[in-house]
């Protein structure tokens, strides 16, 4: 790519087209998709619901500016806020979560906010200095001030929830982490000293929200009851779209004026993300849990056990595997590439499945099979 910023470490082939959970390479090479463009083509790559909604769309009308009301919009918002809540649209996770900032210190008339190491919300620099990474950080100081950072899974960062705190950020399973799972009680103890000071508790829901660990929004496995909670990647199944959403009564810190975007909540965007709401029926997320627990039982059994494997971790079908620093990740991604399946890594040598949410049964567990081949084999000469 001789024209374009390298900040992206590529793979070598490029995807050209795709059907269901199958992507097809500019050599007419196909793949089983394990990564959904990253947690965002859930419901795969030719979904005829979202197609005919954004064709319906396309032939109406664009964009509008948000100097008009969208019913679209609201509607949206509607199927997409828990109970007590309303919606502010942008265009990605990170604009999601710089929403949720402004919002917070805004609301709450102070400024410091707790976010965790190894955590991640998005590049711009107000999401960028809430990154627990330095690797993310390095080189693009000053960041944003008044933000502090606490272990995550760690009791010790209860001390850190004050009343002079404007607001908590977290996520529920750390995505990009390495799919770290927070423990339930430590969740529950935060979100219970947040509402003891009054401090706000934004849940970054962008990798695991809309389905992807078998519920609507992954806190609802913990039982949680955010202020503040963002989503973005699959939300719009591979269109552009963010949403903030928030509890009402935060509603007059974003009064008019206050905060805008020109093409949030465009109506492109907005269709497709009206039909992935509308696929998102507790039948479809019962549907996510059953293949999840079929999943997980193959990989417990047969992957877990791998001597290359230090640890299994997720929820629903975002999966983590754990690699021994006997081997590396990127080596594991390129051979199951050669065998046609296309995965992720996160952080700490992870190796990172995010299927999408229609795959069938059988391609998951075809798919994990090739995993498991992948893995023994180079668990058996990591041994010799
Ligand atoms: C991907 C991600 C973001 C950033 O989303 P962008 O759309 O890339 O800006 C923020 N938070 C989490 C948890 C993410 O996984």
């Known amino acids: 790519m001789k024209h374009i910023f390298p900040t992206y470490a590529q793979y070598p082939m490029e995807i050209v087209s795709g059907h269901d959970w199958h992507l097809v390479d500019s ?25 005919q909604s954004v064709l319906n769309q396309l032939g109406k009308i664009w964009h509008t500016s948000n100097l008009y009301p969208s019913q679209l919009q609201d509607d949206v918002a509607k199927q997409l806020c828990p109970e007590g809540m309303l919606a502010f ?7 999601a979560n710089e929403a949720a900032f402004k919002l917070a210190r805004k609301a709450s008339g102070k400024g410091h906010i707790l976010a965790f190491n190894n955590g991640f919300h998005g590049r711009t620099y107000g999401s960028m200095s809430l990154t627990g990474n330095p690797d993310i950080q390095a080189g693009f100081q000053p960041l944003v001030p008044d933000v502090s950072f606490a272990d995550y899974n760690d009791f010790k960062a209860l001390d850190g929830i004050t009343d002079d705190l404007a607001a908590v950020i977290l996520e529920v399973i750390q995505g990009e ?25 934004i849940i970054d829901e962008v990798q695991t929200g809309i389905g992807r660990t078998g519920m609507k929004f992954a806190y609802q ?62 039948e479809f997320l019962d549907q996510v849990q059953q293949k999840s627990k079929a999943v997980f039982e193959v990989i417990e059994k047969k992957i877990a056990p791998l001597s290359v494997v230090d640890g299994i ?54 798919g994990i099979d090739k995993i498991y081949e992948v893995l023994a084999m180079v668990s058996s000469t990591v041994e010799s």
């Open 89 to 95: 649209f942008c265009n990605s996770g990170t604009e």
């Open 221 to 282: 496995n913990f039982d949680l009851d955010p202020d503040i909670i963002t989503c973005a990647k699959a939300l719009g199944n591979g269109l552009p779209i963010g949403a903030m959403l928030g509890k009402k009564a935060l509603a007059a810190a974003f009064g008019p004026g206050t905060h805008g975007t020109t093409f949030g909540g465009n109506k492109i965007a907005l269709s497709s993300a009206k039909a992935v709401l509308e696929q998102l029926t507790p």
């Open 313 to 366: 971790s997720g929820m629903g079908l975002m999966i983590g595997i754990h690699l021994n620093p006997a081997i590396q990740v990127e080596n594991v991604i390129a051979e199951l590439q050669s065998q046609g399946l296309l995965t992720l890594s996160a952080k700490h040598n992870t190796l990172r499945l995010l299927p999408p949410l229609v795959m069938s049964k059988a391609d998951l567990l075809a």
């Open 177 to 201: 982490g390495g799919v770290v799972s927070g423990d339930p009680k430590w969740l529950q103890a935060i979100n219970q000293k947040c509402h003891e000071k009054g401090v706000l508790l």
């Open 27 to 51: 050599d007419q090479k196909t793949y089983l998709d394990f990564t959904s463009g990253i947690g965002v083509c859930s419901f795969g790559y030719s979904n005829d619901w979202i197609e």
